[in-house]
């Protein structure tokens, strides 16, 4: 499959299943380089992403290995089953470091309309300094459908408070071998 937007077309022979996420991925990146936030149907919104420390403070300044909870606030416009989260966590310059989905209806999602808010929870922060940047998305279960994609939703920051260089936390334990001299 080939997506051009510059001609406005769609060439391939993929089936209609796997085309049309493609072309929504597709669409998001032309949004993105146009400089678009967001974009998506709309059945779900998102209305709200927040940072919170360890001790339930909201912030957008953290230490390497704290404990840091988002919370995305959901506006959903009619009764919809339950939908696919996903993330992406990106340095300043753009490169994803990492990312996930969440399936809902693991969540005790209702299928009702109306506002909710969903937690992730992230026991020990693994970045060490930097900007950083999280991107979310709501879809149908199947990611055929795209409610709302929201980029830069969240940024924030990690100031090294020790030794801690680079971006990631790679911590580990070193020791000697048994009988590591004999050999």
Known sequence: MALSPALGSVRGTAELDEAIPSVQHAMIAVNANAGLREYGSGEVRIAGARLFGPGGEERGQFSPGEPLSVVLELE????LPPPRLSF????HAGMVLAAGTQD????????TAGPRAVRFEIERLP???????MRFEVADAEGRHLYHWLDDALVFVVYPGGDERGVVRFEG???????SASR
Request: proline share 3%.
């Open 76 to 79: 959903v416009a009619r009764p």
């Open 88 to 91: 992406e966590l990106r340095d």
């Open 104 to 111: 809902t209806s693991e969540l005790g999602w209702e299928e």
């Open 127 to 133: 970045l060490a300094d930097g900007r950083f940047h």
């Open 173 to 179: 334990r070193w020791m000697l071998e048994e009988n």
